[in-house]
């Protein structure tokens, strides 16, 4: 079965930088898009940042100009590297996938999610 595993969370100061990964492992095939979601509490989950495959990246206008998206398709790996934070991005970070993977019994696409790290960032 297909797993993401998402590291690099932790707590810094206003103005400082995380680095996140997010590695999928399994029987994969092939990864479409790969992005970042937050959900801060008392709020919805949302979009943070998306690659596509081909390594095009898109941001959410809050975080436009401060975190990069990039990803290692030999690794199957995501990276989120967040520069400049500050106390609104405090958030639980998941890692999101589209996988192509082998099930057991076939081929299929699915969504898969990570179990989310933790961001705060303190004034």
């Known amino acids: 079965q297909v797993q993401l595993v998402e590291s690099g969370g932790g707590l810094v100061q206003a103005g400082g930088s995380l680095r996140l990964s997010c590695a999928a492992s399994g029987r994969i095939f092939s990864i479409n898009r790969m992005g970042w979601y937050r959900q801060a509490p008392g709020k919805q989950r949302e979009l943070v940042a998306a690659v596509t495959s081909g390594g095009r990246p898109n941001y959410v206008d809050p975080v436009k100009g401060r975190f990069t998206i990039s990803r290692d398709n030999a690794k199957n790996t995501v990276y989120l590297q967040m520069n400049s934070l500050k106390p609104e991005d405090t958030a639980v970070y998941y890692c999101?996938?589209?996988?192509?993977?082998?099930?057991?019994?076939?081929?299929?696409?699915?969504?898969?999610w990570g179990q989310g790290t933790q961001v705060t960032v303190s004034s």
């Open positions: 999101n996938a589209d996988i192509i993977a082998y099930d057991g019994r076939s081929v299929s696409p699915h969504d898969y």
